[in-house]
């Protein structure tokens, strides 16, 4: 199959990229750095020619409210009307574990409003939702960082190495539609402030962790459902100890 992938040279496109081509697929990683851009529609036409499946997992640059919303809008219905055009067959987008329980945070308004264009369109589809990667703990650490020490939600959570996510997706864009959503999580449940200290103590970051059942994640006060999937969700393989390893400097 021709298979696009928008959003194709970040974290989670060049892996699913990866995987798509080595199962003999001919596989487009589409980029604005490649002349390909969902948000302004350039170069979306030629791209999606012939093509059977398109994936999405880009992401907006910035996170403020306004930019981040604009973004998922506009791509979302630029992409979308693309894929009518060329006889796209089947819509697959990444997404994060529970985002209707976090319309607090513009980011997750944003999300919700491209999930709500897809779902309301006319091309088949599957959603991806995954919980938080491995990958972005120093980023959930930074958010909560107040001068020298790091204040951090105890709610659950289950996170997911980026490799397992890439894996979802591309067996995902292999498969039939399943016109719904797919979740997927790592095989640990941690409480939020204990997995991003096993993070600082592996990259030696000395700051001051604070666990705070109110401290906002992006905005939002979490309990223990916020983060967490479904009964059901595919698990992936790889836990927080062995990725630590892998990445640790």
């Known amino acids: 199959m021709k298979i696009v992938v928008i959003g194709g040279t970040g974290l989670i496109g060049t892996k699913a990229v990866q995987r798509l081509r080595g199962r003999g697929h001919d596989v487009v990683a589409a980029a604005p750095s490649s002349g390909i851009n969902a948000l302004t529609g350039e170069g979306l036409a030629e791209a999606l020619a012939g093509a059977q499946v398109v994936v999405d997992v880009a992401n907006s640059p910035s996170f403020e409210d306004k930019a981040v919303l604009e973004f998922f809008q506009t791509s979302g219905r630029n992409l979308l009307a693309a894929e009518e055009r060329a006889g796209v067959k089947h819509h697959v987008a990444l997404s994060v574990v529970g985002t209707e329980r976090l319309l607090g945070s513009g980011y997750f308004r ?11 369109g006319r091309i088949p589809y599957t959603l991806v939702r ?4 491995f990958e972005f703990m120093g980023g959930i650490a930074q958010a909560g960082t107040e001068g020298d020490t790091v204040r951090l ?7 997911i190495a980026s490799d397992d996510v890439a894996d979802a997706v591309a067996e995902a ?10 979740e997927v999580a790592g095989p640990e449940r941690v409480r939020l402030v204990d997995v991003v200290q096993r993070f600082m103590n592996a990259k030696q970051d000395v700051r001051k962790v604070v666990a705070d059942a109110q401290a906002r994640y992006f905005r939002v006060v979490l309990d223990d459902q916020s983060l967490m999937p479904a009964s059901t969700p595919r698990v992936g393989s790889t836990r927080f100890e062995e990725w630590l390893r892998r990445s640790a400097p």
């Not at 995954?130 to 990667?133: N, Y």
């Open 173 to 182: 864009a292999l498969g039939a539609p399943v016109h719904g959503i797919v």
């Open 110 to 120: 944003g999300k919700m409003a491209q999930e709500d264009l897809i779902t309301a």
């Open 130 to 133: 995954s919980t938080q990667f």
């Open 153 to 159: 939600s105890t709610a659950l959570m289950q996170p």
